[in-house]
């Protein structure tokens, strides 16, 4: 019986952790207006990230998904790219974690692995969200410098939001066990 009760604990601290971090994503990208939202992404990044590591498997893409629910809720007429950009972030972190194996087992995870991860999905979440609104549902003009800059500041973003998560998770949290 205690068992039980042991995963409900467990479930419910899994569930307020994406919930709380999905929700500090929203907030992020709602104060934070169009397209410097889509180049300044480190506090989203680094939340996604750590997510990966806290939650374990599509620890990021629950958070992502939250997240992208609550912001396509806020902008109803740009609803499916947010929930769609928001889930891809959130499944490309998950994914890049694995396929570079980052250790998520309650030792240091290996910073060089994380940073990769992280520049690798801020760069092309961020080419791909551009791309869109320029291209696809032309939202803004294109703009060759603001595509260089969106490219330079989003792997600019997931350097500085990998190293964060590193540092963050080898000092403080790779013991919590959620």
């Known amino acids: 019986m205690l068992l039980n009760g042991d995963r409900l ?9 994406t919930t709380v971090f999905g929700a500090l994503i929203f907030v992020s990208k ?16 680094l ?8 939650l374990k498997r599509f620890g990021a893409t629950y958070s992502g998904l939250i ?3 609550l912001t396509a809720l806020w902008n109803l007429a740009l609803a499916p790219f947010s929930f769609v950009f928001a889930l891809l972030f959130g499944l490309l972190v998950d994914g890049l974690f ?23 999905a801020t760069a092309f979440v ?11 549902i ?13 490219l330079i500041i989003g792997i600019v973003s997931g350097a500085l939001a990998g190293y964060l998560t590193s540092v963050i998770w080898n000092k403080y949290l790779r013991n919590v066990k959620l």
């Open 9 to 17: 604990v467990q479930s419910t601290r899994r569930i307020a952790v």
């Open 67 to 69: 997240g992208g629910v």
């Open 47 to 54: 939340l996604l990230a750590l997510s990966s590591l806290l």
């Open 138 to 150: 032309v939202l803004i003009p294109r703009n060759l410098a603001m595509e260089i800059t969106i």
């Open 98 to 120: 694995f396929l570079l194996r980052v250790d998520m087992l309650g030792e240091e995870v290996n910073v060089t692995r994380v940073v990769a991860a992280m520049t690798l």
């Open 30 to 45: 709602t104060l934070v207006p169009s397209p410097i939202n889509k180049m300044i992404v480190v506090f989203q990044a």
């Open 126 to 136: 961020g080419f791909l969200s551009y791309y869109s609104t320029t291209h696809l």
